[in-house]
Nanobody
Framework: QVQLVESGGGLVQAGDSLTLSCAVSGSIYSNYAAAWFRQFPGKERWFVASITWSGDRKDYVDSVKGRFTVSRDNAKSTVYLQIDNLKPEDTAVYYC???????????????WGRGTQVTVSS
């Protein structure tokens, strides 16, 4: 059974930085790709960023480029999402997901965490 556990969310001030972590455990295939999605209040989940197993390819939705950085430490089976210069509009539940290939579609990722809430006050 594969488990993904996100952490690092919380209540922060606009302009702060935050690093979300996603710990992956269980019987998952090697070389998995990973992605972050977020869900705004009352909205559906949207793609934020993805990263290949080696970390050589990263993809970001245009609205977060320059402020969000996805990374991973395969020795620790952990994927990270650093968010700089947080804005109130970043308030959302952030989910990590893993799958065999990267992409922006949720359907590419069979395994998901339960999410971590990020709330940014102005």
């Amino acid at each position: 059974q594969v488990q993904l556990v996100e952490s690092g969310g919380g209540l922060v001030q606009a302009g702060d930085s935050l690093t979300l972590s996603c710990a992956v455990s269980g019987s998952i295939y090697s070389n998995y790709a990973a992605a972050w999605f977020r869900q705004f209040p009352g909205k559906e989940r949207w793609f934020v960023a993805s990263i290949t197993w080696s970390g050589d390819r990263k993809d970001y939705v245009d609205s977060v480029k320059g402020r969000f950085t996805v990374s991973r430490d395969n020795a620790k089976s952990t994927v990270y999402l650093q968010i700089d210069n947080l804005k109130p509009e970043d308030t959302a539940v952030y989910y990590c997901a893993v799958g065999s290939i990267t992409g922006r579609s949720q359907s590419l990722y069979p395994f998901w965490g339960r999410g971590t809430q990020v709330t940014v006050s102005s």
